[in-house]
């Protein structure tokens, strides 16, 4: 099973895409301030590489809830 992994939780902002526990693809990015705004080109770098059949996202700690 192929797994979009999202995280925006802490200091970075990371995109993977993983299948059978090896990274197919991955994005990262400062994570500070701005997650909404870098996701999406960080979503389209990965998704470029393979479609995804499930999704998981990190949805804490912190106060960004837009991924929710």
Request: net charge negative; proline share 7%.
């Amino acid at each position: 099973m192929r797994l979009l992994v999202m995280d925006a939780a802490l200091d970075r902002c990371l995109v993977a895409l993983v299948e059978e526990g090896r990274v197919l693809a991955e994005a990262a990015g400062p994570g500070q301030h701005g997650q909404a705004a870098r996701l999406p080109p960080l979503l389209e770098a990965v998704l470029a590489h393979a479609a995804p059949d499930a999704i998981a996202a990190c949805v804490g700690p912190g106060s960004f809830t837009g991924i929710r």
